[in-house]
């Protein structure tokens, strides 16, 4: 009766039910596993955001395929700050998974391939599996610092291989792609899927990294994605958009089927693009308050671990930081511990797809308060047990 594409396993894992019980006991906890900016305390330009939402326009129903010309450019005017780009060539989506969903229905054929890096956010299977697509790994390498293992991405490629996806900063390793992984992604001769969703959240400076794919000299085509979701720190105001790059016919041709693709959904609210220029106007604010803390929480998690059976993995940007954990035990049996003696969420490695054991990803969007006292426990708890 139902599509093997909408199958999936709905039994929750053993930290999911721990953690309904624990709240469900009422038991207080400390979530170090927070992402959602609009509940860790952070601070809003409240005024600027709801006067953006009151514009007149918003009460006249105007279907624009790639979104409203006044969203897309005020979208690409603050877009070039970093690299410029022509309105024309943005396409507006409710979410940056909707726009991985019209870029799957772009490219790819059912039973196609894309290429995903792991470990990452746990989405790209979902999302490859909604559009009848393969999703296929390759590395993403830790030896002091995160990198692509470019080997294993020629590796991955087949006749079947429609896009390579990359996700700059990494979510949940932090590891912006540098400039030469760019250019040896470019030369695969694909098209390049960047999810920038956390660019703007550098947690220090380093020239090697590229800005954007955008840059890629090379590649067919490159899909550079991005929104109001992390850019500024509004989840619920459901707008992404996609900036389309790459060799001029191509990209002609790719707007041009992407057009019909948009058309056919018209999922953006009116509402939110007149809200836009007003949205990320105001956005300076929260993401300010973001980028000190994740900065400061990262800091203190540093000093603290040193001389601790726990090692905290680099991390360059976005707003997670991993801790690798002894392997005297589990990693599930690691979390488990923190929440059930401790009273401290964090995410296991397994949830981002780590290929081995044991890590702990913790948010460094968590209040700092929050923050240090979770850690503490962990760390205490690893110190005790490890």
């Known amino acids: 009766m139902f599509s093997s594409r909408s199958s999936v396993d709905l039994a929750q894992n053993p930290l999911s039910l721990a953690l309904e019980r624990a709240r469900a006991a009422g038991r207080p906890i400390l979530d170090l596993a927070e992402a959602n900016p609009t509940r860790a305390a952070v601070p809003y330009d409240a005024p600027a955001i709801l006067a953006a939402w009151s514009r ?3 009460l006249v129903y105007e279907p624009a395929a790639f979104g409203l010309a006044s969203a897309r450019e005020a979208v690409a005017a603050d877009l070039a700050h970093d690299h410029p780009i022509d309105p024309a060539r943005l396409v507006l989506t409710a979410s940056t998974s909707e726009a991985y969903a019209f870029l799957f229905k772009l490219l790819c054929d059912p039973g196609d391939e894309i290429l995903v890096p792991r470990p990452s956010y746990p989405l790209f299977e979902h999302l490859a599996r909604l559009e009848s697509v393969r999703a296929v790994p390759y590395r993403v390498a830790y030896d002091g610092a995160w990198h ?7 590796d991955a490629v087949t006749p079947r291989t429609r896009a390579v996806v990359l996700v700059s900063p990494n979510n949940p390793t932090g590891s912006y792609t540098k400039k030469t992984e760019l250019a040896a992604l470019a030369a695969l001769g694909l098209p390049l899927v960047s999810d920038e969703v956390f660019a703007r959240y550098p947690l220090r400076p380093d020239p090697t990294r590229a800005i954007t794919a955008l840059e890629a000299d090379g590649a067919p085509l490159v899909f550079a994605l991005g929104g109001l979701s992390k850019f500024a720190a509004l989840p619920q105001a459901k707008l992404a958009w996609t900036a389309v790059g790459g060799e001029p016919g191509r990209v002609t041709a790719a707007l041009a089927r992407l057009e019909v693709i948009a058309d056919s959904f018209l999922s953006v609210g009116t509402a939110v693009q007149h809200a836009v220029p007003g949205l990320l106007a105001s956005s300076a604010v929260a993401r300010d308050a973001v ?3 994740t900065r400061a929480n990262l800091a203190w998690l540093a000093s603290e671990v040193r001389g601790s059976p726990a090692t905290l993995l680099d991390a360059e940007g976005g707003w997670y930081a991993t801790l690798r954990l ?7 049996a690691w979390v488990l511990s923190f929440l059930e003696e401790d009273g401290v969420h964090v995410h296991p490695g397994h949830f981002f797809d780590f290929e081995d054991e044991a890590y702990a990803v913790v948010s460094l969007l968590t209040p700092e308060a929050t923050l240090r006292e979770g850690a503490a426990r962990i760390l205490a708890r690893v ?4």
């Open 326 to 332: 002894p392997r005297t035990r589990g990693e599930e």
């Open 56 to 58: 007149p326009g918003a």
């Open 148 to 154: 692509l293992d470019l080997p294993s991405v020629r």
């Open 383 to 386: 110190a005790r047990d490890a």
């Open 291 to 293: 980028s000190a803390r």
